[in-house]
């Protein structure tokens, strides 16, 4: 069965530097996603993705954050200045989101600890 | 904004025993989408059940099923003849009609004990 992975699934930095993590999501989904779960609370929304472009964004999602899809399978979140706030698992979701189908796929996540 | 409750942060169960899991929800909208999902010690989240707003048979998969009740705005899971493996932090989850975001409740970590 097909599922979306996730690289690296660790990943520690210094404070201020940029981090980029690496999702390639289902083959014949269309939008995809990024949410992010800091220890001990709940999932939160972060941005979607559908055609090239950002399709929604929460408020968390500033200037310091950006995506892309840089060829036809990846899909990544850069962070540009670390803070220690942004210590948290990544999750990468894709989905169709045709026809009523409405399901999200996550990925197994990346943890990652800013110190 | 909508919002989803889980008012119960920890449940346990004896290994074959029936247990529930509430949810309710905030939204002023008529057509949703509504879920719940699992997350083992391993991380990942997995779907577990959907359902739709518009239909109003209940959503059934296997050993899971859910109640939905939409002028409650509530949506709990009952898992039958519960296993090991159940144990996990469940996760319900709300999707607008109009909009492609999850918003996810707090979850509740279930245990269950042989």
């Known amino acids: 069965?097909?599922?979306?992975?996730?690289?690296?699934?660790?990943?520690?930095?210094?404070?201020?530097?940029?981090?980029?993590?690496?999702?390639?999501?289902?083959?014949?989904?269309?939008?995809?996603?990024?949410?992010?779960?800091?220890?001990?609370?709940?999932?939160?929304?972060?941005?979607?993705?559908?055609?090239?472009?950002?399709?929604?964004?929460?408020?968390?999602?500033?200037?310091?954050?950006?995506?892309?899809?840089?060829?036809?399978?990846?899909?990544?979140?850069?962070?540009?200045s670390t803070k220690l706030e942004d210590s948290a698992m990544y999750f990468c979701a894709s989905g169709v989101l045709a026809g009523g189908e409405r399901t999200q796929y996550f990925g197994p996540g990346t943890r990652l600890l800013v110190l | 904004a909508q919002t989803v409750t889980q008012s119960q942060p920890e449940m346990s169960v004896q290994e074959a025993e029936t247990v529930t899991l509430s949810c309710t929800y905030d939204t002023s909208e008529s057509n949703y989408y509504l879920f719940w999902y699992k997350q083992p010690p391993s991380r990942q989240m997995i779907l577990v059940i959907r359902q739709e707003a518009y239909k109003q048979q209940n959503a059934t998969e296997n050993r899971f099923s859910v109640n939905f009740q939409k002028a409650a705005k509530s949506f709990s899971l009952k898992i039958s003849d519960s296993q090991l493996g159940d144990t996990a932090m469940y996760f319900c989850a709300f999707n607008s009609f109009y909009g492609q975001n999850f918003v996810f409740g707090p979850g509740t970590r279930l245990s269950v004990l042989p």
Do not use: A
Request: charged content about 20%; glycine content about 4%.
């Open chain 1, 1 to 80: 069965e097909p599922e979306v992975t996730q690289t690296p699934s660790h990943q520690v930095t210094q404070m201020g530097q940029e981090v980029i993590l690496r999702c390639v999501p289902i083959s014949n989904h269309l939008y995809f996603y990024w949410y992010r779960q800091i220890l001990g609370q709940k999932v939160e929304f972060l941005v979607s993705f559908y055609n090239n472009e950002i399709s929604e964004k929460s408020e968390i999602f500033d200037d310091q954050f950006s995506v892309e899809r840089p060829d036809g399978s990846n899909f990544t979140l850069k962070i540009r």
